[in-house]
Each structure stands twice: as structure tokens, then as C-alpha cells.
T-cell receptor
């Protein structure tokens, strides 16, 4: 039973390019969350999705960032026209229940985005 | 504004002694609290949790204490082991309404 799978593990993009981060939740989990960790900072919530629906995107920057969780396939976090300030570790998590009780969320290993 | 605060960025403890990691929160709607452990280049892993109906939860060497009136929780690790060296994140939830809110983390170093 594989855990939360994120790819790629490392991603280097030049300023102005697009970054696409993928996340496959744990089997049976229908709730997906994206968090960002800037250097020396904690985990900041970005977006919460269920299949085909964005439930809460209150932590997502209004421009250049988008997320989806299609009926088939992984969840995708897309960053358009990346800037140096987007360099961070992006973590995806999934849970069985919306509340995240009984163990909270299961996290993937993250994608480390470097913008050069 | 930070709803979950971990005011100590780092902590060093000798092997075999007790490690105490602290966490404060401001949102009185939070009713479920968790601790996560994170090693470098890995994602956070769940360690222990506590519901607001309790004031203590124990799991082996790990105990979490909750003081609702002070909006404070702490994680005790006894005895501390070198493998416990990691960053520990405190997280809180307004159950079912908001995604987990994390603190900035405390880096624990257990010295042999």
C-alpha cells in the first residue's frame, strides 16, 4: 500500500517557465491538501481538494497558481511564470476523512522547486 | 497572523533525558491537535494527537499535554534518543472546518 507519491522530487525551472507538481494520494483517500514550506518557515496551507472539486483555496496566491484533482489521475499543482520567490518545498498530503482525525494527514516526500 | 506558534526554533537535549517541545495557539475554535516529526528531505510524519476533550495522551515515549485555558500544548519525549533528532511541528484543527494549521517547527537535537 504505497503512501502519498509526489513527483518530481526535485524540479529546476528558469524564471518565467511553468512548474507542474504531481501528487497521487494514498489508496482510498479522497481528500488532498497542498502545503508549501519556504526556507526556515513552517508549512503553509495552500489548497484543499476532493475529486474534481476545490474545497478551500484560501492559502493559494491569487495569480499564477492553480490546482486540480481530476476524476482520474493525480492532483496537479501548477505554477505559471515562476519567480525566484516560488522556490520552496511543496508537500502534498491526503486523508481518509475531511476532519483529518485519527492520524491527521499522510504527507508525501515533497517536491523541491528551485527557480533560477 | 500566526495561529499556531512554536517559539523555540531549536532545542538540544542529552540522550536519555527528557525533551519538552512547546506550542501555543490563539484560535479558541481549535479542538484537535497533532505533532508531526520531519527528517531532512522527507515529508512530515504523524507522531501523536490529542482531542480537546482530553488533557493528556500517551504513546510509548511520547506524551502530549493540553492546557486549554492557557491555549498551550507540549510534547514530552522520555527518554530522548539520537534518532529523535528532527524538526517537530505542532498542528491544530477546527475539526472538519479548516485544514490543519502548522507552527514553524522546533529543531530537536539529541546529543549522545
Amino acid at each position: 500500500n504505497a503512501g502519498v507519491m509526489q513527483n518530481p522530487r526535485h524540479l529546476v525551472r528558469r524564471r518565467g517557465q511553468e512548474a507542474r507538481l504531481r501528487c497521487s494520494p494514498m489508496k482510498g483517500h479522497s481528500h488532498v491538501y497542498w502545503y508549501r514550506q519556504l526556507p526556515e518557515e513552517g508549512l503553509k496551507f495552500m489548497v484543499y481538494l476532493q475529486k474534481e472539486n476545490i474545497i478551500d483555496e484560501s492559502g493559494m496566491p491569487k495569480e499564477r497558481f492553480s490546482a486540480e484533482f481530476p476524476k482520474e489521475g493525480p492532483s496537479i499543482l501548477r505554477i505559471q511564470q515562476v519567480v525566484r520567490g516560488d522556490s520552496a518545498a511543496y508537500f502534498c498530503a491526503s486523508s481518509l476523512r475531511r476532519t483529518g482525525l485519527d492520524g491527521g494527514y499522510t504527507f508525501g516526500s515533497g517536491t523541491r522547486l528551485t527557480v533560477v | 497572523d500566526q495561529q499556531v506558534k512554536q517559539n523555540s526554533p531549536s532545542l538540544s537535549v542529552q540522550e536519555g533525558r527528557i525533551s519538552i517541545l512547546n506550542c501555543d495557539y490563539t484560535n479558541s475554535m481549535f479542538d484537535y491537535f497533532l505533532w508531526y516529526k520531519k527528517y531532512p528531505a522527507e515529508g512530515p510524519t504523524f507522531l501523536i494527537s490529542i482531542s480537546s476533550i482530553k488533557d493528556k495522551n500517551e504513546d510509548g515515549r511520547f506524551t502530549v499535554f493540553l492546557n486549554k485555558s492557557a491555549k498551550h500544548l507540549s510534547l514530552h519525549i522520555v527518554p530522548s534518543q539520537p534518532g529523535d533528532s528532527a524538526v517537530y511541528f505542532c498542528a491544530a484543527s477546527d475539526t472538519g472546518n479548516t485544514p490543519l494549521v502548522f507552527g514553524k517547527g522546533t529543531r530537536l537535537s539529541v546529543i549522545a
